[in-house]
């Protein structure tokens, strides 16, 4: 079965919005055997695995690069670049962000990851296969500068645009006529930088938008996702002590790769640990400073994402946050409630 008939209805409602015209050539891109692993790879880092309730859906890693692919056909960017949109993910690590735990936990900052431009010129044959003649590997190998595409919050990509819209939509904090109403007011203008950003022609769109970024936010950094982040690195650093896999299989295996190796090794603390993981449904929260040393007690810190999108007004082009002071009430609020207690669970690793 192909991607495009593998989706399930949460997948197909938000795509058709993004596009009502998905073109061939994107679809075709999507069944390359050489994004097969990312379409394993959870793009929350595995917080689905747990039992929380929290993110508790399915969103790959190629789930999300097909939605920015198609949010940038829409606006007919050029076709180098919506390659890039899907490859994007192809360095990306199972398990997420757990790799810079390793890195730093086991002292190999000097640990080189893939880049995307390594995966690109390292599968020459399978970039001829989808590009023509008038552009090469280099062409599509610069996403992150490439600001519509990719950005890093508060601007507004098609990266942050797909990523907030799409956890909204699944966890429940938004309706699809309500994603409608927001997306039809998108357009592109220039930024503060003079380069294309997305950007709202409604204001109260654009502030809808802005809110809904906070509500994704505070599920990305909620105790449950965090403990679970946590938990799977301390789970993924006690294989790598084993020797039962090593930093590199993080880039070629999947999410579920990874978990099986774990569940079928001789060490029992590994195996516990993923079905530790596995059945995660409760956290405590600790108000002491330090851990307590007696159970699994942990203190992690989550980047507070959110979204300040431009607006394009009859008086010009202004981010959200300097012309509706709603916006420093509303992160002034989630700012002072950040999570950053120790959490506990009643395990022992």
């Given at each position: 079965m192909n991607y495009i008939e593998s989706r399930n209805d949460f997948l197909r409602d938000i795509h058709s919005v993004y596009s009502h015209d998905i073109s061939n050539f994107v679809c075709s891109l999507a069944d390359l055997p050489d994004l097969q692993r990312i379409s394993q790879v959870s793009k929350n880092g595995g917080v689905e695995y747990s039992c929380f309730n929290t993110m508790a859906y399915k969103y790959t890693l190629l789930d999300h690069s097909f939605g920015v692919a198609i949010i940038l056909e829409k606006f007919k960017q050029s076709r180098p670049h919506i390659i890039e949109a899907m490859f994007h993910e192809l360095a990306s690590p199972s398990f997420g962000k757990s790799i810079e735990y390793l890195k730093e936990y086991f002292n190999k900052e000097d640990y080189e990851s893939p880049t995307f431009e390594d995966c690109l010129v390292s599968k020459d044959l399978l970039f001829e296969g989808v590009s023509s003649s008038e552009f090469n590997v280099t062409d599509?190998?610069?996403?992150?500068?490439?600001?519509?595409?990719?950005a890093d919050f508060p601007k507004l990509s098609a990266e942050n645009l797909e990523y907030i819209l799409t956890n909204a939509y699944f966890s429940g904090l938004c309706d699809l006529h309500e994603i409608e109403a927001m997306y039809s007011k998108v357009s592109i203008c220039k930024n503060e930088d003079i380069v294309d950003e997305f950007c709202f022609t409604d204001p109260e769109r654009a502030f809808e938008f802005f809110k809904l970024s906070i509500e994704v936010g505070k599920l990305n950094?909620?105790?449950?996702?965090?403990?679970?982040?946590?938990?799977?690195?301390?789970?993924?650093?006690?294989?790598?002590?084993?020797?039962?896999?090593?930093?590199?299989?993080?880039?070629k295996y999947s999410d579920k790769g990874i978990i099986n190796i774990g569940e079928e090794c001789s060490d029992k603390r590994i195996q516990e640990g993923w079905q530790e993981v596995l059945s995660l449904d409760k956290v405590d929260l600790k108000f002491t400073p330090t851990a307590d040393k007696s159970k699994y007690c942990v203190k992690t810190?989550?980047?507070?994402?959110?979204?300040?999108?431009?607006?394009?007004?009859?008086?010009?082009?202004?981010?959200?946050?300097k012309v509706d002071e709603r916006v420093e009430e509303e992160l002034d609020k989630y700012f002072s409630s950040d999570t950053d207690m120790y959490m506990q669970i009643d395990y022992e690793l």
């Amino acid at each position: 079965m192909n991607y495009i008939e593998s989706r399930n209805d949460f997948l197909r409602d938000i795509h058709s919005v993004y596009s009502h015209d998905i073109s061939n050539f994107v679809c075709s891109l999507a069944d390359l055997p050489d994004l097969q692993r990312i379409s394993q790879v959870s793009k929350n880092g595995g917080v689905e695995y747990s039992c929380f309730n929290t993110m508790a859906y399915k969103y790959t890693l190629l789930d999300h690069s097909f939605g920015v692919a198609i949010i940038l056909e829409k606006f007919k960017q050029s076709r180098p670049h919506i390659i890039e949109a899907m490859f994007h993910e192809l360095a990306s690590p199972s398990f997420g962000k757990s790799i810079e735990y390793l890195k730093e936990y086991f002292n190999k900052e000097d640990y080189e990851s893939p880049t995307f431009e390594d995966c690109l010129v390292s599968k020459d044959l399978l970039f001829e296969g989808v590009s023509s003649s008038e552009f090469n590997v280099t062409d599509c190998a610069n996403f992150k500068d490439y600001v519509l595409g990719f950005a890093d919050f508060p601007k507004l990509s098609a990266e942050n645009l797909e990523y907030i819209l799409t956890n909204a939509y699944f966890s429940g904090l938004c309706d699809l006529h309500e994603i409608e109403a927001m997306y039809s007011k998108v357009s592109i203008c220039k930024n503060e930088d003079i380069v294309d950003e997305f950007c709202f022609t409604d204001p109260e769109r654009a502030f809808e938008f802005f809110k809904l970024s906070i509500e994704v936010g505070k599920l990305n950094r909620s105790y449950e996702a965090k403990i679970t982040r946590r938990l799977i690195s301390d789970v993924l650093m006690l294989m790598v002590r084993r020797e039962e896999i090593i930093f590199d299989d993080l880039y070629k295996y999947s999410d579920k790769g990874i978990i099986n190796i774990g569940e079928e090794c001789s060490d029992k603390r590994i195996q516990e640990g993923w079905q530790e993981v596995l059945s995660l449904d409760k956290v405590d929260l600790k108000f002491t400073p330090t851990a307590d040393k007696s159970k699994y007690c942990v203190k992690t810190e989550e980047k507070s994402i959110y979204v300040d999108p431009l607006i394009r007004t009859k008086n010009g082009i202004f981010r959200l946050s300097k012309v509706d002071e709603r916006v420093e009430e509303e992160l002034d609020k989630y700012f002072s409630s950040d999570t950053d207690m120790y959490m506990q669970i009643d395990y022992e690793l």
